[in-house]
Every structure is written in structure tokens, then in C-alpha cells.
């Protein structure tokens, strides 16, 4: 009798993971098809993907497609633009949203709870709603630069961040956060004289590592992926991020070889930090639930 | 005191203020500006000054209607037959410089159905294309919003086992979702290419050369199928966490409760899960369907709202026109009705999802 019950505890245990595993590899077959793609010479590539093959590196390994990419395509250029873009957005967005999340929350100001609500009503609007109208926007704003003043954002650096920097989550999730920050220790360093700026930087900032890094990850995640708004506004490849860049390998004829190696170089060092900070990634994902 | 209240009025918009002007500049102030292009001629550059043109980029959109037609008549007056089925006057008499119906003029067949009779009703519009993107968004929001989120609730379920090595699964089904979706959209183009494509081989395999090969994304009657399928094996992972954190704020203690009381497998769901999981529930329902109407990165990567413009979407011909004919007017005017139609739908939501007291 006892034998049946752990002969089935033993079958049941098999079969979950069973069920675990075949789902694994439903959600990471296209990745590795990428990868060994990437290695295969173009006409190896097309006949492999009739069979298992295409999830092995077998055949005419090399690394070819890659150095092919390079010569293809200005691949540096985009990586540095969207290394610069997304690097850029990331930080002033936690210095500003961080900044606004601790006066709505900390400091007693006229207005507050009005812009708080206003801020927060953004959330309803998607991105796509606005694109259009934003993009005849900023292809008539000023900019004053070394030469005096210029007109039309497009094709810049500015024109795919400066939108980009604050948005209503990333100040809701920094107000929510704060909110639950102990308040009796932010008015005992008021009353011994201590300046807001000293608050922030002082006290604040060292008690809120999650939620910064936790607001990184978002924004990095929406402006590394980004696709709509720099196909709008960047015609010259010169500022043109990764995501956009791909076109390149689509005009003319299509070496899927050089496409997987490029798709590649922009997806691994995604995956390889996601799998390094996997925790705070899923924790980030899941604050976003908290809401409501 | 008085000096207190401006020492703190000045530094809560010292520091909210960056925050506020850009939040205001880049997406209050368009989606304004959505409203007011919408009701003009703007482009994105022209020669000539804007126009106040009232509703007519809306009645360009939306203008349909129906016209009923006799089927044609020999000389003896019986039905003329035509591949087996009555022929019917050509619209084109009507819809072109016909000048007893000028309210017709441009405009195209969108569908035609009959009731019973002989008569055919016509149903046209000014713009066949944007009603079928509308039409093709509901759809895929229809189908994606309970299948993504049941999906997703089921994977909850599975990783929230206690397992050893769990944590490696609920990794690997997060991945897709931190890969980019235009990746992914080409990714998933090879592997559904009607010649040589894994997913036509699989299904040859699987089914001994049965199951004959499809031109997956080629084909108008699988096209949209095949990108919602793709789209939620994307973004299943990311509702997959959010029920994740919901079903970790259940208390242990009413599962203990449940094994003493010796409940089932489904009461345990029924009775203590899925009310413990109300909020969340809610929350990614209105989430995923606000997702799902922005659909547009699949679809310009992998169709281009092609075939027969089976996988047009409302996102999509808002861009192609206010981005690629330089028809502001007009892509503000499909934002606008986007808006309108997410915001009706997550207040519908709100309300049939309220709590009930």
C-alpha cells in the first residue's frame, strides 16, 4: 500500500515537471532558433529549419554573419545611439520623478494633491494616442544650441528623450513608495534644521534602493525596446537606435543569416542582465500591479 | 508660520516641477492638440494655412450606409444568374458621378448581406480600410484579453507550486517579455513562413504529412489569427507575474483552513483563490486590453496590415496616416476615436467589475 502511494507521489512529481518543462520550451524555442541561426551560413539556415537541426549548432559554425553584419550595417552607430538614449532617459527620469514623487509626498505645498491627481490621470492615455499629435509638436519646437536658435526636433538625441523622461507610473510608483516611508523620521530631521535637499539625499535616498531600481528597470525596458516614435522621428541613421536600425538589413536582399546575428547583438545582453537581476525584474513588473 | 508655508510651497515646486512641465508639455499638451488638429486640414508640413474644417475628418472615417438593390432582370423579367447566384446592379453606377445620389459619391462596399428575398442590402463606407482596422482590433482585443489573461492565471497557478527548481521556469516563461516585441515579430515570421517555416513542419511532422503547409501570415483567413497567437506568447509572462503578486497576498491560513475542512482541489479555486484574487483580476483585464489596443509594431513588421488588409488595425492607420501620407489631421482624428473607445471600454469595465454593495 505504501509502496502504490510513493510509486504515484514519484509519477505525479514526474509528470508536473513534465508539464513544466514542455511549456519551458514553448516560450524559449524562437530564442534559441535565433542563436543557432546566427552561427549557419544562409542556405544551411533555410534547410535546417525544416527539422530539429535549427536548435543546434551543427553544421557550418562560424561567426561570420556577425563580422557580415558589421560590414552591413553601421551596427556600432545604433548601438551607442540607443546605449545613449535609454542610458540617458534612465537617469534624469529616477532624478525627476524621484524629485516630484518626494514633493507630493513629504513637502506640504499649494496645488499638490491637484497635480497629483492630474499626473495620475495620464495613466488612462496611451502612447499611440498621443504620437501623432506629438510628432507635429516637437517637429516645430525651438531649441537653442551652440549656433542660436533652431527649429524642429527631428532627428536628434533630445527628440527621443526629452518625452520620455517623466511619465505618471514612474512618479505614482515613487509616491507610492515613499508613502510608506517612515514620516516622523523626515519632520525629526525638519525640526533639527536639516534642508529639503539634504532630506532627499540624506535620508530618502538611501531608503528607497528597491524603488529606484525597480523604476530603472521599467524605463529601461520601454525605452531599449522602444519602435513607433524613433521610426518617426529619426530618418538619419546617424541617430538611429537598434530596434530601428533593422530596417537596414531589409532593403536590398535579405540575408536572414546577418539578421539573426544582428537580432542577436541586441537581444543577448537584454537576457544576460535580465537573467543576472531575473528577481528585481519580476519584482518590477509585479509593483506595476499594485496599483489601484 | 507664514514663512514655514513658502520655504514649502517654493521647494514642492522646486522639485515637482520638472516633473509636472514635461509630463504637461509631452502629454497633456498633445493629446489637446489631438482634439483641436482633428477638427482641421493640418499636415505636417504644408505650403498653405491650416483650415477649420468642423467634423468632416470624422465623417470621412465613419461615414456609412446601406443601399438596397433589386437583383438584375432580363427582358423577360427573371433574375439574371450569375455563378450560381442573382446578379445585382454594379455600385459603381451609383457611387460614381451618379447624379440622383451624390451623398454616394467615393464611397466603397464594405460587406453586403440579404434577408431572406431577393433584394441584397449594401453596406458602405467612405473609408472600407479604417472600419476594417476597427473591426480587426476588436477582434484581436476580444480574443487576446480572456485568453492572455487565462493563460497567464494558469501559468500563475503552476509556478506558484512548490517545487524545487521553480524559480528557473518562472525565468525562462518571464523571458519573452524583457525581449523586444519587433525581435520577436521577426523571430516569429520565419517561423511562420508558408514554404520552410518550424511551425509548418512541426505540424507536418506531428500529423505524418496530414496537416498540408499554410502560408501562415500570407493568407488573409490566418493572418490575424497568427499574430494574436504571437502576441500573447509574449506578454503572457507579464501577467503571469502580476497574478503572481496577487495570489502571494492570499494568507496561508485560509488554505489550512481549506485542508483541515478536507475541500477539493476546485473549492480551494472557487472559494479562496479567485475571490482573494478580485483586485488583480480587475487590474490586468484593463491593463491588458489598453495593451492590446495599441497594437502596431507586430503588425508593421510582419504584415504591414496586409493580406486584403486582414491586419489593419486602428494604431496602424493612425501612423500610416499621420506619419506616412503627412495627414496630421487625419491620424489625430483616429487617435481621437481611439481615445474615446479605451476610455468607454475601461469605464465600462470599471462598472460591471465595481464592487457590489
Known amino acids: 500500500m505504501a509502496m502504490i502511494a510513493a510509486d504515484n507521489r514519484g509519477l505525479r512529481l514526474v509528470t508536473r515537471y513534465a508539464v513544466l518543462v514542455l511549456i519551458a520550451i514553448i516560450f524559449i524555442f524562437p530564442l534559441v532558433f535565433m542563436l543557432m541561426s546566427s552561427l549557419k551560413p544562409d542556405q544551411q539556415l533555410l534547410q535546417d529549419s525544416g527539422n530539429l537541426r535549427a536548435f543546434l549548432p551543427v553544421g557550418d559554425i562560424s561567426l561570420q554573419n556577425y563580422t557580415d553584419a558589421f560590414q552591413r550595417a553601421p551596427v556600432a552607430t545604433f548601438v551607442f545611439n540607443s546605449v545613449l538614449v535609454t542610458g540617458v532617459t534612465v537617469a534624469l527620469s529616477l532624478l525627476i520623478c524621484s524629485a516630484a514623487g518626494f514633493a507630493f509626498v513629504f513637502v506640504n505645498w499649494k496645488g499638490r494633491n491637484t497635480l497629483l491627481a492630474?499626473?495620475?490621470?495620464?495613466?488612462?492615455?496611451?502612447?499611440?494616442?498621443?504620437?501623432?499629435?506629438?510628432?507635429?509638436?516637437?517637429?516645430?519646437?525651438?531649441?537653442?544650441?551652440f549656433d542660436g536658435v533652431s527649429w524642429g526636433w527631428l532627428n536628434s538625441y533630445r527628440v527621443q528623450i526629452i518625452p520620455f523622461i517623466a511619465d505618471g507610473l514612474t512618479v505614482f510608483l515613487f509616491v507610492q513608495y515613499f508613502k510608506?516611508?517612515?514620516?516622523?523620521?523626515?519632520?525629526?530631521?525638519?525640526?533639527?534644521?536639516?534642508?529639503?535637499?539634504?532630506?532627499?539625499?540624506?535620508?530618502?535616498?538611501?531608503?528607497?534602493?528597491?524603488?529606484?531600481?525597480?523604476a530603472a528597470i521599467l524605463k529601461f525596458l520601454v525605452m531599449y525596446n522602444q519602435y513607433l516614435w524613433p521610426l518617426m522621428v529619426t530618418q538619419e541613421e546617424g541617430y538611429r537606435p537598434v530596434m530601428v536600425g533593422l530596417q537596414y538589413f531589409f532593403q536590398?536582399?535579405?540575408?536572414?543569416?546577418?539578421?539573426?546575428?544582428?537580432?542577436?547583438?541586441?537581444?543577448?545582453?537584454?537576457?544576460?542582465?535580465?537573467?543576472?537581476l531575473q528577481k528585481a525584474f519580476i519584482a518590477s513588473i509585479a509593483s506595476t500591479g499594485v496599483k489601484g | 508660520m507664514a514663512s514655514k508655508f513658502t520655504v514649502s510651497n517654493r521647494t514642492g515646486w522646486l522639485m515637482a516641477g520638472p516633473a509636472v512641465l514635461l509630463i504637461a508639455g509631452f502629454v497633456i499638451l498633445p493629446f489637446f492638440l489631438a482634439f483641436a488638429f482633428s477638427f482641421t486640414n493640418q499636415r505636417l508640413i504644408s505650403?498653405?494655412?491650416?483650415?477649420?474644417?468642423?467634423?468632416?475628418?470624422?465623417?470621412?472615417?465613419?461615414?456609412?450606409?446601406t443601399v438596397t438593390l433589386e437583383p438584375v432582370r432580363d427582358d423577360a423579367g427573371a433574375i439574371t444568374m450569375k455563378d450560381g447566384a442573382p446578379e445585382y446592379p454594379s455600385l459603381r453606377t451609383l457611387t460614381r458621378n451618379n447624379p440622383d445620389r451624390p451623398d454616394l459619391a467615393g464611397m466603397r462596399e464594405w460587406f453586403s448581406f440579404s434577408l431572406g428575398g431577393e433584394d441584397r442590402t449594401y453596406v458602405l463606407a467612405r473609408d472600407v480600410v479604417f472600419l476594417t482596422a476597427v473591426v480587426n482590433t476588436?477582434?484581436?482585443?476580444?480574443?487576446?484579453?480572456?485568453?492572455?489573461?487565462?493563460?497567464?492565471?494558469?501559468?500563475?497557478?503552476?509556478?506558484?507550486?512548490?517545487?524545487?527548481?521553480?524559480?528557473?521556469?518562472?525565468?525562462?516563461?518571464?523571458?519573452?517579455?524583457?525581449?523586444?516585441?519587433?525581435?520577436?515579430?521577426?523571430?516569429?515570421?520565419?517561423?511562420?513562413?508558408?514554404?520552410?517555416?518550424?511551425?509548418?513542419?512541426?505540424?507536418?511532422?506531428?500529423?505524418?504529412?496530414?496537416?498540408?503547409?499554410?502560408?501562415?501570415?500570407?493568407?488573409?483567413?490566418?493572418?490575424?489569427?497568427?499574430?494574436?497567437?504571437?502576441?500573447?506568447?509574449?506578454?503572457?509572462?507579464?501577467?503571469?507575474?502580476?497574478?503572481?503578486?496577487?495570489?502571494?497576498?492570499?494568507?496561508?491560513?485560509?488554505?489550512?483552513?481549506?485542508?483541515?475542512?478536507?475541500?477539493?482541489?476546485?473549492?480551494?479555486?472557487?472559494?479562496?483563490?479567485?475571490?482573494?484574487?478580485?483586485?488583480?483580476?480587475?487590474?490586468?483585464?484593463?491593463?491588458?486590453?489598453?495593451?492590446?489596443?495599441?497594437?502596431?509594431?507586430?503588425?508593421?513588421?510582419?504584415?504591414?496590415?496586409?493580406?486584403?488588409?486582414?491586419?489593419?488595425?486602428?494604431v496602424f492607420q493612425a501612423i500610416e496616416r499621420g506619419y506616412g501620407k503627412q495627414d496630421i489631421s487625419g491620424g489625430s482624428a483616429i487617435s481621437v476615436i481611439l481615445f474615446l473607445i479605451v476610455l468607454s471600454i475601461s469605464l465600462i469595465q470599471r462598472w460591471l467589475t465595481r464592487e457590489k454593495t
Open chain 1, 180 to 214: 510608506d516611508l517612515p514620516g516622523e523620521l523626515i519632520e525629526a530631521a525638519r525640526v533639527e534644521g536639516a534642508s529639503w535637499w539634504q532630506i532627499y539625499r540624506k535620508i530618502v535616498m538611501p531608503l528607497s534602493g528597491p524603488i529606484f531600481a525597480t
Open chain 2, 138 to 314: 476588436f477582434i484581436f482585443v476580444l480574443i487576446v484579453a480572456p485568453v492572455q489573461a487565462g493563460l497567464a492565471l494558469g501559468l500563475a497557478l503552476l509556478i506558484n507550486q512548490r517545487l524545487r527548481g521553480i524559480n528557473v521556469f518562472r525565468a525562462i516563461y518571464f523571458m519573452p517579455v524583457v525581449v523586444s516585441i519587433v525581435v520577436v515579430s521577426l523571430l516569429w515570421r520565419l517561423i511562420y513562413d508558408g514554404q520552410s517555416g518550424l511551425l509548418n513542419n512541426l505540424l507536418g511532422a506531428i500529423s505524418f504529412g496530414v496537416i498540408p503547409p499554410v502560408d501562415w501570415l500570407g493568407n488573409p483567413s490566418t493572418a490575424l489569427g497568427s499574430i494574436i497567437a504571437m502576441s500573447i506568447w509574449q506578454a503572457v509572462g507579464f501577467h503571469m507575474v502580476i497574478w503572481l503578486s496577487g495570489l502571494q497576498t492570499i494568507s496561508p491560513t485560509l488554505y489550512e483552513a481549506a485542508a483541515i475542512e478536507g475541500a477539493s482541489k476546485w473549492q480551494v479555486f472557487r472559494y479562496i483563490t479567485w475571490p482573494g484574487l478580485r483586485n488583480t483580476a480587475v487590474l490586468i483585464l484593463i491593463v491588458i486590453t489598453m495593451q492590446a489596443f495599441g497594437l502596431f509594431a507586430q503588425i508593421d513588421v510582419m504584415t504591414s496590415g496586409g493580406p486584403l488588409d486582414s491586419t489593419q488595425t486602428i
Open chain 1, 252 to 276: 536590398l536582399n535579405v540575408a536572414w543569416g546577418e539578421v539573426m546575428a544582428y537580432l542577436s547583438m541586441i537581444t543577448v545582453p537584454v537576457l544576460a542582465f535580465y537573467l543576472y
Open chain 2, 47 to 65: 505650403p498653405n494655412a491650416t483650415e477649420f474644417v468642423g467634423l468632416s475628418n470624422y465623417r470621412q472615417l465613419l461615414d456609412v450606409t
Open chain 1, 118 to 145: 492630474l499626473l495620475l490621470a495620464t495613466l488612462i492615455l496611451p502612447f499611440e494616442t498621443i504620437a501623432i499629435p506629438l510628432l507635429m509638436m516637437v517637429a516645430h519646437l525651438p531649441w537653442v544650441g
